[in-house]
């Protein structure tokens, strides 16, 4: 059975920085894509980074130069280094896993932590 769970999250002030992290349980992690998503209070879902499985990334445009997206393959872990936080930053971080190529839908990834909260104060 897949299992995520996510750490790292707590609250920060704007131009600070967190590391979460997402631990995977039960299948092969490195022959999934990885994705981190957030939610805002009161807004759906978005798309935070991708990792695929040869380790290339994506990032929403909000978040390119900020945040850095990366996969260990023997600690079955995933991370996300955030760096120059902004208020709007402010949601429930969750980490995601699919099958096969990497997208940017959350309804594609069948696979969810339970989510860890970030909050930025400005």
């Known amino acids: 059975q897949v299992h995520l769970v996510e750490s790292g999250g707590g609250s920060v002030q704007a131009g600070g920085s967190l590391r979460l992290s997402c631990a995977v349980f039960g299948y092969t992690y490195s022959s999934y894509c990885m994705g981190w998503f957030r939610q805002p209070p009161g807004k759906e879902r978005e798309v935070v980074a991708t990792?695929?499985?040869?380790?290339?990334?994506s990032y929403a445009d909000s978040v390119k130069g900020r945040f850095t997206i990366s996969r260990d393959n023997v600690k079955n872990t995933l991370y996300l280094q955030m760096n120059s936080l902004k208020p709007e930053d402010t949601a429930m971080y969750y980490c995601?896993?699919?099958?096969?190529?990497?997208?940017?839908?959350?309804?594609?990834?069948?696979?969810w932590g339970q989510g860890t909260q970030v909050t930025v104060s400005s």
């Open positions: 995601a896993a699919r099958r096969f190529t990497c997208v940017s839908i959350p309804s594609y990834f069948p696979y």
């Open positions: 990792i695929d499985i040869d380790s290339s990334s």
